[in-house]
């Protein structure tokens, strides 16, 4: 063999290894990404049974709380804006709001002993307890799938491929401001 030839099956072998690594960059990419969309929409669903159960919630204690007006309509504002986001960043915002106003309404509905064992308040309770539980297992699955894909898109060499084709970093699920990380505080 000559070393002209040599040298042709270095290079081809070489090609070939940098081809198939390309196309297995790649396909990682697409199968990362399919799972942070598969984990958000996981999320949305629960998310989507909270929305349902809010106005039940919401009607249950108006007529124990007649004059928590603004906290109620508080709650319903952050359901309404959580269910019409259209981003990611925008629903991420919009859960956030919500989970601090279910917190308010959940300490108000403590100041009111009749509320607190009326039976369909104590079952929506549960509900919304049960699936406030699959929303923030939903969120920890969501984030470690966008950190693993977020990983990816950022770590030499695959950040090459990231760029080229457009795979760019997903947001986290988390709270963004100092108030919603405080416990509410309600007093009369």
Not at 50 to 69: C, M, Q, S, W
Not at 137 to 145: E, L, Q
Request: a negative charge.
């Amino acid at each position: 063999m000559s070393t002209g030839t040599i040298i042709l099956i270095v290079v081809i072998a070489v090609v070939v290894i940098l081809l198939l690594w390309f196309v297995g960059a790649y396909n990682g990419f697409v199968k990362l990404k399919n799972r942070v969309e598969e984990a958000f929409a996981t999320m949305d669903v629960y998310m989507k049974k909270r929305f349902d159960l809010i106005p039940n919630l919401v009607e249950t204690v108006k007529g124990y709380a007649a004059h928590e007006a603004t906290t109620l309509q508080n709650v319903v504002e952050a359901r309404n804006m959580a269910q019409n986001a259209k981003t990611v960043e925008e629903k991420i915002e919009g859960e956030n709001a919500l989970t601090g106003t279910l917190k308010t309404l959940f300490a108000v509905a403590e100041n009111y002993p009749d509320l607190k064992a009326n039976q369909n308040f104590l079952d929506l309770q549960n509900q919304l307890k049960a699936v406030e539980g699959d929303i923030a297992n939903s969120r920890k699955y969501y984030n470690a799938t966008v950190r693993e894909y977020n990983t990816k898109a950022e770590s030499f060499p695959s950040n090459i491929i990231a760029g080229m084709f457009h795979f760019e970093r997903k947001p986290m699920f988390e709270v963004d401001s100092e108030e919603e990380r405080q416990n509410v505080n309600v007093q009369f």
